[in-house]
């Protein structure tokens, strides 16, 4: 399997072996567990007949497994001098994963964010700063942050931008003896606010890909750093890599995907017609700013100038959109979201990058998640459109149940 999906695949494996096979008959399951563990089978099954595996007969390498990631955790957050305003104590953890993929443009990170105490004001998403309510990982030290890592030779515009987190109210109860390791660090510095009734925080709680172009070895040494609102540095944390350290389950998702299968070609300025699939989830949240649609697509005759990812200050380059219309009347109404209740147009920051492979260029995605603010139900009908690197839709399909 490609080294890209395989990485994931390996990172669920354990958990989608363990679901019944009679827990989602039809793949309609009967709970949110089972439907975790359906997603994970279907991601893994992409992965081992997707084009990477084609590649290479479907064959795995063990020798490949174990250099393909790193996994480390940042788990020690302080503010950083001269950052942010607030007065936040951002505790808990950021788990990360770095992979190796078929080549450099398609090797990065998933971070698995777990965070009390961030910033309020991130409740609909980032804001118009590019680092507003961001997850970076840096270079350097919490003392002094160098660049956002990542490998401009191999990426063509910096992915850390569309790395941000949702916050959600969370209310917890005062108790002297049921407290979790949590509690108290955040009641010292809420000490005043505590009532009776407890008291609030905001969490965020979520896993993100992040293609870096950076070889798994990158993270050693580096740092996390989480932004408020307004794109300041709350807090800091280094990555310890020494520890064997475990990767969280991933979140819930629905019960059954929608799919996007059935291509019809968009421009004659393209050459090529997409073919493959694009398997649509819900990541259900606590509100409706933290709901998305995770996204894994394996496509084949797709723009071949996407091979360093979505191109800085093109509309849509090389991207996988969720809009509102028909495959024939184009343009559509555009892309699915509410801004009423997510600040940024989150299908800004979906799109793949492509690999060049004996016979056509093909992209397979790893899970990304598009927060539209909005249950995935309200997408059947509607369209998938898959653009070129000049932001050209080349492609479209109906949105059907799997």
């Given at each position: ?97 770095a992979f190796k993929g078929p080549n450099s ?228 109404s555009g892309d699915i979201w509410d801004s ?63």
């Amino acid at each position: 399997m490609a080294s890209s999906l395989r990485v994931l695949a390996t990172a669920l494996a354990a958990a989608a072996a363990a679901a019944s096979p009679d827990a989602c008959p039809g793949r309609t399951c009967a709970d949110a567990e089972a439907a975790s563990l359906l997603q994970a089978r279907l991601v893994a099954d992409i992965g081992d007949a997707g084009p990477w595996a084609k590649q290479r007969g479907g064959v795995r390498d063990p020798e490949d497994d174990e250099k393909a990631f790193m996994v480390g955790c940042a788990n020690s957050f302080a503010p950083v001098a001269g950052g942010s305003d607030l007065d936040l104590d951002v505790f808990g953890r950021v788990t990360v994963k770095a992979f190796k993929g078929p080549n450099s443009p398609n090797s990065g990170t998933q971070l698995f964010v777990d965070l009390l105490d961030v910033d309020p004001a991130c409740s609909m998403g980032p804001g118009n700063d590019p680092a507003s309510c961001g997850v970076r990982i840096h270079s350097g030290n919490c003392s002094a942050l160098g660049q956002p890592l990542y490998d401009a030779s191999a990426r063509a515009m910096d992915p850390w931008g569309c790395v941000s987190y949702t916050s959600v109210e969370y209310r917890t109860e005062v108790s002297t003896t049921t407290t979790t390791s949590v509690e108290p660090v955040l009641a010292q510095r809420r000490a005043a606010a505590v009532s009776e009734s407890g008291y609030v925080t905001f969490k965020t709680k979520s896993v993100m890909s992040v293609y870096t172009g950076e070889s798994p070895e990158s993270i050693k040494g580096a740092v996390v750093a989480i932004y408020d609102h307004a794109g300041k540095v709350m807090a800091c944390s280094p990555i310890s890599t020494e520890k064997d350290h475990r990767l969280p389950a991933s979140a819930a998702t629905t019960f059954r995907p929608l799919k996007a299968e059935h291509w019809v070609k968009q421009s004659s300025a393209v050459s090529g017609m997409v073919w493959g699939q694009v398997l649509i989830f819900e990541r259900m949240g606590k509100t409706l700013a933290s709901t998305g649609q995770l996204l894994t697509w394996d496509l084949e005759e797709v723009d071949n100038e996407c091979a360093k990812g979505p191109k800085a200050d093109v509309a849509n380059s090389c991207g996988i959109h969720v809009e509102d219309g028909s495959c024939s009347s184009l343009p559509t109404s555009g892309d699915i979201w509410d801004s009423s209740v997510v600040e940024r147009n989150p299908w800004s920051c979906v799109g793949y990058t492509s690999l060049w492979t004996k016979r056509t260029p093909k992209a397979a995605g790893r899970s990304i998640t598009a927060y539209a603010g909005m249950g995935t139900q309200e997408m059947i009908g509607q369209v998938v459109i898959v653009y070129s690197s000049l932001g050209l839709p080349m492609a479209c399909a109906d949105i059907l149940f799997e």
